[in-house]
Nanobody, 115 residues
């Protein structure tokens, strides 16, 4: 069974940065397109960024320029570097596979942007 464990969230002031990590296990990680999602209180989960097995990336408008997704296939890790954070980035952030049925969601990591 695939396991996803997100980490790296926290409380940050507007304009600050965070680097989120997602550890995966139980699958051939390098075969899959991976994505970061987020869910703010009272809102649906939304896609933030995705990265294909070969490294090509795509971003939602909310993350363009400010966010960078990357992966380390040798370590089965996906990362999301977030710069110039805004209060509207406050949400629980999750990673998961894209293009196939989602794996069991992890607990996510809370990002709070507030002064």
């Amino acid at each position: 069974q695939v396991q996803l464990v997100e980490s790296g969230g926290g409380l940050v002031q507007p304009g600050g940065s965070l680097r989120l990590s997602c550890a995966t296990s139980g699958t051939i990680f390098s075969d899959y397109t991976m994505g970061w999602y987020r869910q703010a209180p009272g809102k649906q989960r939304e896609s933030v960024a995705r990265i294909e097995p070969g490294g090509s990336t795509t971003y939602a408008d909310s993350g363009k320029v400010r966010f960078t997704i990357s992966r380390d296939n040798a370590k089965n890790m996906v990362y999301l570097k977030m710069n110039s954070l805004k209060p509207e980035d406050t949400a629980v952030y999750y990673c998961n596979v894209i293009g196939v049925a989602p794996w069991a969601w992890g607990q996510g990591t809370q990002v709070t942007v507030s002064s």
